[in-house]
C-alpha cells in the first residue's frame, strides 16, 4: 500500500484504502488497522474512531459523496477516524468531498457544521479497542433475504467472541465498553 507521510505520519492514499459503499463502519475497520500498524513507533499519536448517530438513527452530514441537496447527505449513521499528532488533528472520512486527511476544524466547518436544531452525538473510540472489539454479521444490511447496498467482498468482521457488537457501537447511551459519548459542542471542544 502506497502511503503519504505527514510529517512522521504514515497514512494511506485514499486511493489504496479498502472501501465498500455504505459500509463506513468497515471501511474504518481496515483503515484504522492500516494506520495503526503504520505508525506504532510513532510518538504523540492518538487515533480514534468516530460514530456519529442519534437515538432518532436520522443524523446530517455535508459534502459527501451521497450528495443529494448542497452535499447534504442524511444518514442512519456514520463513522469516521480523527488522528491526534503532535499539533495536528486530522479527519479520515473515506464518504467525504474534502481532501483526505482534512484538518479537523475545516471537516467541523464544512462538513458537520450546525445548520439544524437535531441532536447528534459522537462516540469516540480509541482504535486499538475498535480493532478488538468491532463485530458485525452485516445483519443490519438486510432486508429481508436482500442487501441494502452489496456487501464487502471479504468475509465479516467478527472478534474473537463472534458476538455481534456493531449495535453497542451506533448506540448513542452511555458506555465505557464501546467509547465516551458526546455531544456537539463537546465533540468540537475535545478535538480542537
Known amino acids: 500500500m502506497s502511503s503519504e507521510p505527514i510529517t512522521d505520519l504514515v497514512i494511506p492514499k ?3 484504502c479498502v472501501y465498500t459503499p455504505c459500509f463506513c463502519e468497515e471501511n474504518i ?3 484504522a488497522k492500516s494506520i495503526m500498524e503504520s505508525n506504532k513507533n510513532t510518538p504523540d ?3 480514534y474512531v468516530i460514530f456519529l448517530s442519534n437515538s432518532k438513527k436520522c443524523v446530517h452530514l455535508w459534502k459527501q459523496k451521497a450528495l443529494q441537496n448542497d452535499g447534504l447527505t442524511f444518514w442512519d449513521y456514520h ?3 480523527i488522528i491526534q499528532h503532535k499539533s495536528q488533528t486530522l479527519v479520515f472520512d473515506m464518504d467525504t468531498v474534502l481532501p483526505f486527511p482534512v484538518p479537523f476544524s475545516d471537516y467541523v466547518k464544512e462538513a458537520v457544521r450546525n445548520d439544524f436544531t437535531d441532536k447528534r452525538y ?9 480493532l478488538l472489539l468491532f463485530s458485525s454479521d452485516r445483519g443490519h444490511m438486510l432486508e429481508g433475504e436482500h442487501w441494502m447496498s452489496p456487501p464487502p467482498p471479504y468475509p465479516p468482521i467478527l472478534n474473537e467472541e ?3 457488537t456493531f449495535e453497542d457501537f451506533i448506540s448513542m447511551d452511555s458506555s465505557d465498553d464501546y467509547g465516551e459519548v458526546l455531544d456537539l459542542e463537546e465533540f468540537k471542544s475535545r478535538f480542537s
Open 79 to 81: 463513522v469516521f477516524l
Open 29 to 31: 475497520w481496515h483503515l
Open 122 to 130: 459522537f462516540r469516540i473510540v480509541d482504535a486499538e479497542k475498535f
Open 14 to 16: 485514499k486511493s489504496d
Open 162 to 164: 463472534k458476538t455481534n
Open 45 to 47: 499519536f492518538n487515533c
